[in-house]
Structure formats: C-alpha cells, structure tokens
C-alpha cells in the first residue's frame, strides 16, 4: 500500500504520543510535512537566503529566484498566472486583503454580500466589518437538511443587489463541497464577485481557478502539507489592477516623494515587506509532493478512507454524524458527536487512545448555531492516513461513553 | 496519568448533577463565565450576606469537566465566609496548576480533590477552573 511509503516521508508521524502511535485526524487544522518540504525550507536557509527584491549581489538573485519560483509553482497549480498570485501568512490575511483592497472600494451602501451560513470565521468576519463600514447587508446561504446548498437556495440568496459572493469551496465542518458552478453562474447574471476559500479544499481536490471562473480563491500551504506562515491569494487581473493596496510599505512601491506615492505593479502592489521565502519555497515542495502522488491517487484514496470510516461510524447507534454522511460527497471532513457527551470530553478520550481529532466550534459559530449545537468532534483526514486509523478512532469512539459511566 | 482517572466517578456524577443547577432566589450576584475557544458558559449566583455566601447556583453547558467543578464549587463555598471562600480558590488554582501536591492541604477542597487530575491535562485547565475564575470576578464585585 502506497500510504506504508508516504508515512514514512513524515517524521512526525513516526513519533509516539504517550507511548502510542500517534494518530493524527486533525488535517483540516493543519497537516504534518513530509521531509521533502522540511529539506527545501532548510535548503533555502542553508544555501539561497537574503532578502529578495533588494539585494544586487548573487545570494539576493537566488533568493528573488526562490521567491518568483514558488509564486510561478503555485500559479501552475491553480491553472493561472503568476502575476494572479499574492504570497500572504494565510487563508484568514488573504480573505482580508480582499475585504479591505477590494470591499471597502467597491462594495456600497445598500448592496449585498451573500455568504454560506457555514463559512468559517475568516470568511465571514471580514464581511461583517464592511458591510458594516458601508452599510452593504449581509445575506445568508442556509445549506438543506443534508448539509448541501439548493439551486433554489442560491437563485433565492443572489440577486440583482448582490455586489460580492463569499464561499468556502469545502466546508471545514461539514466537508461537503459547495455547487460552486451554480453559485458561479448565478454569480455573473446578478453581476457580482465570487471570493472562493479553497483552504479545506485544495488538499482533496484539483482547483482550476480558470476553470471555475471564480474572482479572488485563497488557501493556506499549511494546510496543504507545506509550512504555516505562508498563505495564497489569487485575483484576476483586472480586479488586483484596480484595487489599492492591502498594507503598505517597502518593496510594493514604485517611488515614493515626501507627499506621494507610486505603487508597484501587480502583485508587488500586494506584497509589503519581507516575504516568508523560506515558507513559501516549502509549499512550493509540498505542490511537487502533491504532484509526485497526484490527485487521481490522493481523491481514491481519501474516498475509501471515507467510505471506510462513514461505513463503521454509521454501525454505532449514539453516534450522530454532521452533514450528509455519504464519502460521494465528503472531502477529508467528518464532523461527529457522541449522543451526552460533550465533544471536549470525547476528544480528552481518544485523546488518551492516541487519537488526535478537534473539539469545539472550528471557528464557524453561525453554523454551529443552525445545526442547533454548542460544538461537535472533527476527524479529518490526509493522505497519509489509513484504514487502521479509522479503526483506531472508532475503538476509541466505542471507549467514551463507557468512562462517562453513559454504560455502552 | 490514565483517562480513567480524569474522569473518575466524583467527576462523572457531579457532571450530571442537578442540585446546584438553579437560579438562586434573591441573588445579590450573577455573573456569566464563557470559554470563547470551546463554548463552555455557565452563569454563576450568589446570595452574599454579611460576608457569608448563603447560597449559590448556576446554570449553564459544557464538557464534564466544567460542568463537574462548577457544581463540586457551588457545594464548596455555600455557606462559607467570603473569606474562606477567596482561599478555597486559591488553594484550588495552585492544585490545578500542579504547585500543591500535598494530601492534607488537597483534602481542604473536599471533592473538588478529584480535579486534580487535571494538572496533567493543559488542554483541559480552562474547562476545570472556569466556575472559580467567575466565582473570583464575582467575589471581587461585591
């Protein structure tokens, strides 16, 4: 089996946790790195660092080459451009960039912003400050009984006034990817921009930004096997050129006088200071892993893990599953509870087996109040996980509500 | 330490327990604690009479571990001096933090001993000293 062979690219899941193996289901938080994305971080710092765009001599050259190589890897990766390309820390700075560059210039009283109840916080909070900054009204997808959004639903939600769509692709809750076509085409007859959060889906799936006509998407590489601190924005063209700038400073200038300013091109204009080069050559051998497994592997594989584990938990009678429990639609997320037990003490539990889930919101309150709970369990899954992890969490699940003295 | 010992039958129980879960008649305090990260919220009441703690309650939902030393709590200090109370608290915050392991001096906290468990668990801390944070803000208001 291929994963026997990729676990062992990563040191951290070669380590014990409390004298077990460590089972780690939290890779919608953020995944583990496989040495091939430590080594290139390591190499940058070894061999090629300086501070790129500023250095005259050979080291900087190398450096402003690691830095344009890793943008021109993630535009290929996103079937763009690398000028449609901006290097931010994260999915969360570059929903903001969009919200401060482009909404607070472009969004107008009266208009509406439409958003999926189930958005994480990063696509939502932004939102909810410049709709209040404009007074622009924020208008709520709400997702069916299964977790999914409706044609109707999206026909109904946008409209004639809405100015501005903010969607995860795949929710961090849920897992279940968003008709992102539909919300695309009824999108361009209502005339607004679609702002896509690839974060939960870039790592299950291919994203065709081209293809999928959206404006502006957004990921994280941390969540993507690469480090954290790095983040991607991409933008059309024509969108970035008009903006202004997010955060000013060096390097995102043209020439600067006393009492004025000319601003870089694209998408310098977006990148104030020093980048995390280090950071972003590291995606850039996390995008080449990812390549070197390839998608077609990656969907088979994460599918049977699904099938697998849906299948099992389902067999549990207390267990009530979030979202449509069918691994057709489910990409690397299943959110769960155990019937009387808080999710916290449930994680604390599997916890002690050696199994790593999240408890809590996941930073999407408004949908954990739709769903009409405080919080709930996330295993979430990766390449690198298997079959005997799936049994692991659900020995573990079979565990707790026998310590909560709930009998079996 | 074993999970079993985490949630150890005093935890257990008292993380049903309804005897102290009710508004508390003619309170002089109410105060809300909320665990931003995870959603525990419990309100807190007190009826503070010349110095004593007459009665307390509250109401609220969490994981065991919270729910558990919030109701541990209310059966500790009701009926104490505020006094004794401040450093009940005290006591329980350095045991959490893992400072006192003497016996003796755990034993003054009655069942709330049995979180002491916790002092190995960081991730849990916060769910086990949210009800003394807010009885400590509460106490300090009055």
């Not at chain 1, 289901?25 to 765009?53: C, F, G, W």
């Not at chain 1, 909404?103 to 709709?131: M, Y």
């Not at chain 1, 790592?203 to 480090?227: C, E, I, R, T």
């Not at chain 2, 709330?112 to 803000?137: F, I, N």
């Amino acid at each position: 089996m291929i994963q026997n062979k990729i676990i062992q690219d990563f040191p951290a899941l070669l380590m014990q946790e409390n004298g077990k193996r460590l089972v780690y289901l939290d890779n919608a938080a953020t995944t583990q790195h496989p040495r091939q994305v430590l080594d290139a971080t390591i190499s940058y710092y070894e061999k090629d660092n300086a501070n790129p765009h500023r250095g005259v001599y050979e080291l900087g050259a190398r450096a402003t080459k690691a830095h344009e190589n890793a943008r021109k890897s993630v535009a290929e990766f996103l079937h763009t451009e690398p000028e449609e390309i901006i290097f931010t820390q994260n999915t969360t700075e570059s929903l903001n960039l969009v919200a401060y560059s482009y909404g607070l210039e472009f969004i107008k009283e009266g208009d509406e912003i439409a958003l999926s109840v189930a958005e994480h916080h990063s696509n939502l909070v932004p939102w909810q400050r410049v709709a209040k900054a404009k007074g622009a009204v924020l208008k709520f997808l709400y997702p069916d009984e299964s977790g999914h959004l409706t044609d109707e639903e999206i026909e109904k939600k946008i409209g004639s006034k809405t100015r501005l769509v903010a969607i995860a692709e795949v929710s961090n809750v849920l897992g279940l990817r968003a008709p992102v076509e539909k919300i695309v085409s009824q999108a361009r007859k209502a005339g607004a921009v679609v702002v896509l959060d690839c974060a939960q889906s870039v790592p299950h799936m291919p994203v065709d930004v081209k293809k999928l006509d959206v404006d502006f998407a957004a990921f994280s590489s941390h969540k993507l096997y690469g480090p954290m601190g790095v983040g991607v924005l991409y933008g059309k063209k024509e969108l970035l050129e008009k903006m202004p700038p997010f955060l000013s400073g060096g390097d995102m200038i043209q020439s600067v006088h006393e009492q004025s300013v000319t601003y870089g091109e694209i998408p310098r204009k977006f990148e104030a200071g020093t980048r995390n080069v280090g950071g972003e050559v590291g995606l850039e051998a996390a995008i080449q892993y990812i390549n070197s497994i390839g998608y077609d592997e990656i969907m088979a594989h994460e599918r049977d893990l699904m099938e697998y584990a849906i299948g099992k938990l389902k067999e549990i009678p207390y267990v009530t599953i979030y979202g449509e429990a069918s691994a057709q639609y489910r990409h690397g997320v299943i959110s769960f509870n155990i019937n009387d037990v808080h999710p916290h003490d449930t994680a604390s539990i599997l916890d002690a087996e050696g199994v790593a889930v999240r408890a809590g919101h996941h930073c999407a309150q408004p949908l954990m109040d739709y769903l009409k709970i405080t919080a709930c369990c996330r295993a979430s899954f990766a390449i690198y996980n298997t079959r005997e992890d799936v049994d692991m969490l659900i020995s573990g699940i079979r565990n707790v509500r026998r310590y909560m003295g709930l009998g079996n | 330490m074993e999970i079993k010992d985490l949630y150890n039958q005093i935890i257990v129980e008292n993380s049903r327990a309804q005897w102290n879960r009710h508004p508390v008649e003619d309170k002089t305090i109410s105060l809300e604690g909320v665990n931003p990260s995870c959603g525990d919220d419990i309100v807190l009441e007190l009826r503070v009479k010349d110095g004593i703690i007459e009665d307390a309650g509250f109401v609220g939902d969490g994981c065991a571990i919270s729910q558990a030393s919030a109701s541990i709590m209310v059966d500790l200090v009701k009926g104490k001096s505020v006094e004794e109370a401040k450093k009940l608290m005290k006591l329980f915050f350095r045991m959490i933090k893992g400072e006192i392991t003497d016996e003796e001096q755990i034993k003054e906290l009655e069942d709330a001993a049995a979180l002491q468990g916790v002092s190995h668990m960081p991730a849990r801390v916060k769910c086990a000293v949210l009800a003394w944070h807010t009885l400590e803000e509460a106490l300090e208001e009055n």
